[in-house]
């Protein structure tokens, strides 16, 4: 095992007193080709590329003699201090901080980010990255090769955002551009790079603190409290299938949240999918009524929250759509039937509905029965593909009994759910 471990961050400026120390007595340094280049690393010390920091660090604790980690930026925020310290290492580090390359950023941009999500994109969680910035106003991304700017771009096709894409941050070859999303494949970009991602409604769930902020990222206390808002914030009555029991039993069961993608299919009023972005998911809200759509988006602004608006019958107007962590089936998104078809078939990979099962109705009064043979959609198990489905169909109160009643039994409705995840 290494006798010393030191991990410096870098950000550009002269490295410390602290750090030339580190790097005198070192046997061993690693980093990218930049670090590898600074003439402070010493001549004899074995040099090794930074690529997989799972490797290096078995590399280390296999060292005899003093060690030098390089990372640019601050090397505990996303760095590589967590995978150092991993128990299957039993490293101990010291570290050298520096300016975080997210704080570089928002500096050269002159913007705050207290108020900023930051979020990490590689090829395993850019659709979720992606996702963070379709319902959020503010967002960091950290980027990575093949996870980039341009691929951020692609996957924000529908949703208009800002990009200011800061690259090689703290060197000669530093550059700040602002573009707008759907400009950014148009380039080749250079790593590493950030890219602050800004946009997106401005209302009340965003404006509604004012003073100092308490806590990084969105204030929870700007939010109104409940899962579910009462008809009344709406505008006035909702249809039987959107009441605020029923919509709260929907949310419990999905549980939607930052990073995932809702779909909403026959959307209504727009009220779930307001309240599921209001958890922090992104929504894309599906109903083949332009005045469904319109409402929608009106209460969407109203709330200061972003939804992607599709009008259209489904299952033809889900084919192109970004993959869904979860989906709620309606009563507005068109009746028609999904029969062996996939809602996105590249967006799937490979999920399939169970065929001759595939019609979507809406929701029916307690006693009305489905046809033989028509049962609504569902995702097969595909736990080989990385999938989990479910299909729940439960009871829920259509309406409140009248004021005063005291023996009226409330109308039910059966409500189906329909869900999967990529574990």
Known sequence: MADRVTVIGWDGSPLTAAACSALAAATLVAGAPHHLALPEVPERAERIRLGSVALAARRIAGHRGTAVVFADGDPGFFGVVRTLRDPEFGLEVEV???????AAAFARAGMPWDDA???VAHRRTLRRAVNVCRAHTKVAVLTSPGAGPAELGL????????????????????????????????????????????????GPMVT???????????????????????????????????????????????????????????????A??????????????????????????????SFGVHLQI??????????????????????GGGGGRLRGRRPASAAHRGARLDPGRGRVDRPRPDGARLPRGVRPPAVRRTRH?????DRTQRRVPAQRPPPGARFLTPRTVPVILLSYCAR
């Open 96 to 102: 050298v901080p520096a300016v975080s390359s997210v």
């Open 117 to 119: 999500q930051v979020v």
């Open 155 to 202: 996957l924000m096709e529908g949703v208009h955002r800002t990009f200011v894409i800061c690259e090689e941050l703290g060197t000669e070859h530093e550059q700040v551009t602002v573009l707008t999303s759907d400009k950014a494949a148009d380039r080749t970009w250079r790593d590493p790079n950030v890219v602050i991602v800004m946009g997106g409604p401005v």
């Open 208 to 270: 509604g603190v004012t003073g100092e902020g308490w806590i990084a990222g969105r204030d929870p206390s700007a939010v109104a409290r409940g899962w579910t808002l009462p008809a009344e914030a709406y505008g006035g009555q909702l249809g039987e299938g959107e009441t605020d029991l029923l919509r709260a039993a929907q949310l419990a069961r999905l549980g939607p949240r930052v990073g995932d993608l809702v779909w909403d299919i026959g959307c209504g009023s727009g």
């Open 272 to 301: 779930f999918a307001i309240e599921a972005a209001r958890a922090g998911a992104a929504v894309i809200a599906v109903d083949r009524d332009t005045q469904a759509c319109t409402g929608t988006d009106s209460a969407a602004r």
């Open 310 to 331: 599709v009008q259209g019958d489904a299952p033809h107007i889900l084919e192109n759509l970004p993959e869904p962590d979860v989906v709620r089936v309606g009563g």
């Open 385 to 389: 593909q990385g999938l989990d489905g």
